[in-house]
């Protein structure tokens, strides 16, 4: 069982730096594939970065990359998402998500992540 709870939200300028953490309670966590996503008020949820559970392999989305960094670290069962340059467009609730699909590519698409976090909330103002 995959249990997940986020931290590390909060208001930044924009410009700024967070980290957001997503441990998880349970005891497979090594097993899965991680992956952030993010959802802005009247927005459907998007994909922000994933990790494969055993290669050192990582997704990000395009706005993103080379401002995000996506790690993991197995003996804390926990994700992490550092965020740097952050903009006001990156405002949002971010999610941190389990998915085991046993694949050296990793996936973007919500269906795929069975376990999900209650989320964090993320503000970037101007």
């Known amino acids: 069982q995959v249990q997940l709870a986020e931290s590390g939200g909060g208001l930044v300028q924009a410009g700024g730096s967070l980290t957001l953490s997503c441990a998880d309670s349970g005891s497979t966590f090594s097993s899965y594939d991680m992956g952030w996503f993010r959802q802005a008020p009247g927005k459907e949820r998007e994909f922000v970065a994933a990790i494969h559970w055993n290669e050192d392999i990582t997704l990000y989305t395009d706005s993103v990359k080379g401002r995000f960094t996506i790690s993991k670290d197995n003996a804390k069962s926990t994700v992490y998402l550092q965020m740097n340059r952050l903009r006001p467009a990156d405002t949002a609730v971010y999610y941190c998500?389990?998915?085991?699909?046993?694949?050296?590519?990793?996936?973007?698409?919500?269906?795929?992540?069975?376990?999900w976090g209650q989320g964090t909330q993320v503000t970037v103002t101007s």
């Open positions: 998500a389990a998915a085991m699909r046993w694949s050296r590519e990793l996936s973007g698409s919500p269906d795929e992540y069975v376990y």
